[in-house]
Nanobody, 122 residues
């Protein structure tokens, strides 16, 4: 069983930066892990993924601004968010799937954290 706990959210002005962390308990070494976000009234959407092969992929809307990484020794996933925009405001969730390849949608992920709120003001 894997448990995920996000931290690092907060309020920031447009153009600012935040780094989200996701601490995992239980083995996640070869798992696909990712960050998703959900704004009020909207569908949950993929932000960034890192596969068990260390391959990363990003939503087009965050490409070049966000970076996903993981520290296997600390069993922690990160999301560095730079040049934040008001449209990045959402609840951000960490997810893990016990498969080296990443599922095509968020519905394929077995484990989820509770989320951390990010608010970007203009």
């Amino acid at each position: 069983q894997v448990q995920l706990a996000e931290s690092g959210g907060g309020s920031v002005q447009a153009g600012g930066s935040l780094r989200l962390s996701c601490a995992a308990s239980g083995y996640t070494g070869s798992y696909c892990m990712g960050w998703f976000r959900q704004a009020p009234g909207k569908e949950r959407e993929k932000v960034a993924l890192i596969s068990g092969f260390e391959r990363t992929e990003y939503a087009e809307s965050v490409q070049g601004r966000f970076t996903i990484s993981k520290d296997s020794a600390k069993n922690t996933l990160y999301l560095q968010m730079n040049s934040l925009k008001p449209e990045d405001s959402a609840n951000y969730y960490c997810a893990a799937e016990p498969n080296r390849n990443c599922p095509p949608t968020h519905r394929g992920f077995d484990y989820w954290g509770r989320g951390t709120q990010v608010t970007v003001s203009s």
